[in-house]
């Protein structure tokens, strides 16, 4: 299963409207571009290792 529908339910779980892994920040060309606050690591239901998560925040 793929990180992000499991990200997707975390939403609930943390009150937040968009939530990315640290690879998906990892990944962006220009990351700088986005306000981003780390919320914690979890281990998501088919990964044995734990992902970073972020909330994206609407922050200036």
């Known amino acids: 299963m793929f990180p992000c529908i499991?990200?997707?339910g975390l939403t609930k779980k943390?009150?937040?409207d968009?939530?990315?892994s640290g690879s998906?920040?990892?990944g962006?060309?220009?990351p700088e571009l986005?306000?981003?606050k780390f919320v914690a690591e979890e281990t998501v239901?088919?990964?044995l290792k734990p992902i970073?998560?972020?909330l994206v925040t609407h922050e200036s």
């Open 24 to 26: 998906t920040i990892a």
């Open 14 to 16: 943390y009150s937040a």
């Open 18 to 20: 968009i939530l990315v």
């Open 52 to 54: 970073e998560v972020f």
């Open 6 to 8: 499991r990200l997707e």
């Open 34 to 36: 986005f306000q981003t």
């Open 45 to 47: 239901k088919g990964k």
């Open 28 to 30: 962006l060309e220009r």
